[in-house]
Nanobody, 115 residues
Framework: QVQVMESGGGLVQPGGSLRLSCAVS????????MYWYRQAPGKQRELVAG???????NYADSVKGRFIISRDNAKNTVYLQMNSLRPEDTAVYHC?????????WGEGTLVTVSL
């Protein structure tokens, strides 16, 4: 049984920062790619950032230069450092990975950027 658990969301003012964490636990041999997605109210889920086990990284254009994805392979954990947050970053942020052909998603953590 694989579990994906996000944490670190909350309310922050525009221009502020938050750090999200996602821990994957269970029967895991090795995790290659780990991703952060987000879904804003009334919008489709979109990819925010992804990171490979070897360190390869990609970002959505909307977050480049503001968000930083990283991971700790020993802990099967991925992080998302979010800086210079904007109201349009408000969304539920979900962690996703694929292990042995199976997709796993966390329940998500809410990030609200508002005065």
């Amino acid at each position: 049984q694989v579990q994906v658990m996000e944490s670190g969301g909350g309310l922050v003012q525009p221009g502020g920062s938050l750090r999200l964490s996602c821990a994957v636990s269970g029967s895991i041999f090795s995790i290659n790619a780990m991703y952060w997605y987000r879904q804003a109210p009334g919008k489709q889920r979109e990819l925010v950032a992804g990171i490979l086990r070897n360190g390869g990284i990609n970002y959505a254009d909307s977050v480049k230069g503001r968000f930083i994805i990283s991971r700790d392979n020993a802990k099967n954990t991925v992080y998302l450092q979010m800086n210079s947050l904007r109201p349009e970053d408000t969304a539920v942020y979900h962690c996703h990975t694929n292990i042995m052909g199976m997709d796993y998603w966390g329940e998500g953590t809410l990030v609200t950027v508002s005065l």
